[in-house]
């Protein structure tokens, strides 16, 4: 089992930044893949940003040149860098993880982007 916890989230202007970070308890050394998702009010899952096991990092066109997605292995931690926000970024982000065969998720946190 891998408990995440999510911290980071808030209130910013369009054009500002924040900065999410996940960190990881349990089993984690079996972690092989770490990733964020957003989810808008009603719709699905969105992919956001992932870091696999050996640093290598993909982005939803969406995010592409504004977030940044880095982690620290000590740490056991994610982390999900975010600039140059809009207000269409607006969502519940989501950190998650895969560890053998299996997926798991946090709670999420709020980040709002005000015009």
């Known amino acids: 089992q891998v408990r995440l916890v999510e911290s980071g989230g808030g209130l910013v202007q369009a054009g500002g930044s924040l900065r999410l970070s996940c960190a990881a308890s349990?089993?984690?050394?079996?972690?092989?893949?770490r990733a964020w998702y957003r989810q808008f009010p009603g719709k699905q899952r969105e992919f956001v940003a992932r870091i696999s096991s050996g640093g290598s990092t993909n982005y939803a066109d969406s995010v592409k040149g504004r977030f940044t997605i880095s982690r620290d292995s000590a740490k056991n931690t994610v982390y999900l860098q975010m600039n140059s926000l809009k207000p269409e970024d607006t969502a519940v982000y989501l950190c998650?993880?895969?560890?053998?065969?299996?997926?798991?998720w946090g709670q999420g946190t709020q980040v709002t982007v005000s015009s």
């Open positions: 998650n993880v895969v560890s053998g065969s299996s997926y798991y």
């Open positions: 349990g089993s984690t050394f079996s972690i092989n893949a």
